[in-house]
């Protein structure tokens, strides 16, 4: 069944409406996702392969966890679901960090606008690698990356083609907030 959102206006206030996420999609109304990047003390970050089947970036490495706020549903709710789903992972609430909310406007073609407020958590991973389930039709690959690492590669035009295209104000400010926590 398909997941109902709440609408936003530009300013990511709610606006008493909900939509279909594919009418979001298709309409560019804005809406809210959660993205949840994960750290190890060491100083990685979990990124994820997004899965081939992805209708945007298919193959292309990206935050650690994402997914759409349903409608009613709190963004700390969504985050520790999204965990769950998507790599296998039973994270309490308390452990996720809000970093901020991120907005977000990309035309992917004239039937797929993403017009987003990203609710974005920084948090601790504490399981090896290898315990992270994938979910398969969201999650090609998973890895950690050491921070010196990631940061010398997204913010290298060759190499940051490998990468979902955030804006470089985002990135820098997930790092530095992860960067605060080690």
């Known amino acids: 069944m398909e997941e109902?959102?709440?609408i936003l206006d530009t300013n990511g206030n709610p606006m008493g409406i909900t939509a279909l996420k594919s009418k979001a999609h298709r309409f560019g109304l804005?809406?809210?996702t959660v993205h949840i990047w994960l750290y190890t003390k060491?100083?990685?970050l979990?990124?994820?392969l997004r899965a081939k089947n992805k209708a945007t970036y298919p193959l292309l490495w990206d935050v650690?966890?994402?997914g759409h706020?349903?409608?009613s549903e709190t963004?700390?709710?969504?985050?520790?679901r999204e965990i769950q789903e998507e790599i296998g992972l039973t994270v309490a609430q308390d452990s996720l960090n809000k970093i901020g909310v991120f907005k977000s406007t990309q035309t992917h073609h004239d039937t797929l606008i993403d017009n987003e407020f990203h609710h974005t958590f920084i948090c601790e991973l504490t399981r090896p690698l290898g315990q992270l389930i994938k979910q398969e039709s969201e999650v090609a690959d998973l890895k950690l990356i050491p921070i010196s690492e990631f940061e010398k590669e997204i913010f290298t035009s060759t190499l940051s083609e490998s990468y979902v295209p955030h804006d470089g104000t985002y990135y820098q400010a997930i790092l530095a907030a992860i960067k605060g926590r080690l």
Not at 75 to 80: C, F, I, M, R, W
């Open 75 to 80: 963004s700390e709710a969504t985050a520790v």
């Open 46 to 48: 979990l990124i994820q």
């Open 30 to 32: 804005f809406h809210a």
């Open 69 to 71: 706020i349903g409608a």
């Open 4 to 6: 109902r959102l709440d």
């Open 64 to 66: 650690s966890v994402a």
């Open 42 to 44: 060491t100083g990685e």
